[in-house]
């Protein structure tokens, strides 16, 4: 899939940190930017007057080049659309809101252990950053065996192949393996919505990044809270955001070590990526997240029961079929594969859907890139806070303390480890059981096109530090 070929450059060369770096060391603090309120509409009428874009309707989300819909609400002080690009300048980073004290306990989570202190962290005390780690370290060896001896039972099927659905005809017409990414199956361990109606389970997948302060600095400043699905090798480069992630009250969750497609991996391998993230989140935060994510979705029963194995329940995006999932696609904007209009089309479809169904939601978003945490905190954000979405992390959604999140501060109540067979972590919602949809790779909701008029709103943002330093 292009995405992935996209994400494994970007990672591999590192333009985007290495540019992003050199911004961020150069920056000046936050608190001597003025703040402006910086007009929306260059690029982007649809989106400051209310008015309906006039503009054709884009065939595909790669190709859009206008709003099919209004925005009734952005923050004043976003990026404009036209702007939000692959060829955007870097721009600097903020600042982290706050930087967590060693030895501080979360106050968010009872019973939870003292934060250790992020100077511990050393590289060379983990696997290469961004590659399959090894199987044969004594840490992978431990865990394999530990998944052997789970009782969880590891199905024998086939690696897949990279391509997805059309490189993997056989296996896409296999609907015993559950691929979700495939076929949409999801099983009840699977975590697909939050079980309340009109409730976001936000989540942001691939960091920590150079980026994630700014979506940090919003998020506090407007008081939400999100499940950050975290690349190990991103928790070994970024441990004082992870912990402030962590600290300031969001839900952390693993999200692979380096970002590969699980199902073309071996059993080892998949529990070394596993392994290794639960790892560096527990040396940076003190606790063991017991949730993960599957980079692209590509999760089958043989990468699910071994998630399950190691006391990890998959958490999806919500999926109604195989043209209406919840993913804006922000992660394509990076690699101009989609355009700023595209994703926010695409919102708009999610918040329609999101109308339609009886359950709650989880929608797909990053905060890897500048991209990403521009539209997030520019648009989408704002403009989920005047649908009245109830916004939270996934643990909360599913109405479940903080606590239950995590390996050592679950206390097995409400929340039974994965790993006792007796999961209680998914929603259970109706429809939850078998999603259908053809054997087809897009996961885009390309070509639905709603138009949506609505009554311009102006956002008073309640905190005036999102996102000012990226005026500079
Ligand atoms: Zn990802």
């Keep these: 899939m292009l995405a992935g070929a996209i994400f494994a450059l970007s990672l591999t060369g590192l333009p985007v940190y290495g540019q992003s770096s050199s911004a961020s060391s150069s920056s000046s603090p936050a608190s001597s930017v003025a703040v402006t309120s910086v007009a929306v509409s260059s690029g982007a009428s649809a989106v400051s007057s209310g008015a309906t874009s006039s503009a054709a309707v884009s065939s595909s989300n790669t190709e859009a080049t206008a709003l099919t819909f209004s925005l009734t609400v952005t923050n004043p002080t976003a990026v404009p659309l036209a702007s939000i690009t692959a060829n955007e300048t870097s721009l600097p980073t903020i600042p982290l809101p706050s930087t967590a004290t060693p030895g501080a306990t979360n106050t968010f989570i009872s019973g939870a252990p003292a934060l250790p202190n992020p100077t511990s962290i050393v590289s060379s005390n983990y696997p290469t950053m961004d590659k399959v780690p090894p199987t044969d370290s004594d840490e992978v060896q431990q865990w394999i065996a530990e998944v052997a001896a789970s009782g969880i039972t590891i199905p024998n099927i086939t690696q897949t192949v990279l391509g997805g659905c059309p490189a993997n005809a056989e296996a896409a017409a296999d609907t015993s393996r559950c691929w979700w990414s495939c076929?949409?199956?999801?099983?009840?361990?699977?975590?697909?919505?939050?079980?309340?109606?009109?409730?976001?389970?936000?989540?942001?997948?691939?960091?920590?990044?150079?980026?994630?302060?700014?979506?940090?600095?919003?998020?506090?400043?407007?008081?939400?809270?999100?499940?950050?699905?975290?690349?190990?090798?991103?928790?070994?480069?970024?441990?004082?955001?992870?912990?402030?992630?962590?600290?300031?009250?969001?839900?952390?969750?693993?999200?692979?070590?380096?970002?590969?497609?699980?199902?073309?991996?071996?059993?080892?391998?998949?529990?070394?990526?596993l392994g290794w993230t639960k790892k560096i989140m527990k040396d940076v935060t003190g606790v063991t997240p017991n949730m993960m994510r599957p980079p692209y979705g590509d999760i089958d029963d043989r990468v699910r029961n071994i998630s399950i194995a190691m006391g990890l329940t998959p958490v999806m995006w919500t999926r109604m079929n195989a043209t209406a999932t919840f993913d804006t696609d922000d992660f394509d904007v990076h690699g101009g594969l989609a355009s700023s209009y595209g994703v926010l089309n695409n919102w708009e479809n999610i918040i329609t859907h999101a109308n339609e169904i009886d359950t709650g939601f989880i929608v797909l978003e990053h905060d890897l890139f500048e991209e990403t945490v521009q539209l997030a905190t520019g648009y989408i954000l704002p403009s989920a806070m005047n649908q009245s979405f109830d916004i939270k992390p996934v643990i909360s959604c599913l109405n479940k303390p903080m606590s239950d999140a995590y390996i050592e501060t679950n206390d097995n109540s409400t929340n039974p480890p994965a790993a006792s067979g007796a999961v209680t972590l998914s929603s259970g919602a109706p429809g939850s059981a078998s999603a259908t949809g053809a054997a087809s790779n897009s996961n885009s909701n390309s070509g639905v096109g709603l138009k949506v008029s609505g009554t311009s709103t102006a956002f008073t943002l309640s905190g005036i530090f999102a996102l000012v330093a990226l005026f500079l």
């Design 183 to 273: 076929t949409g199956c999801v099983r009840d361990t699977d975590v697909q919505e939050c079980p309340d109606k009109l409730t976001w389970g936000l989540t942001y997948d691939d960091g920590p990044s150079f980026y994630t302060p700014n979506l940090l600095t919003y998020l506090t400043a407007n008081e939400l809270h999100a499940t950050f699905f975290c690349v190990g090798s991103r928790g070994v480069q970024f441990p004082a955001t992870l912990q402030e992630e962590f600290m300031a009250g969001h839900q952390v969750a693993v999200h692979t070590w380096s970002h590969p497609y699980l199902t073309t991996l071996t059993n080892e391998q998949i529990i070394a990526e």
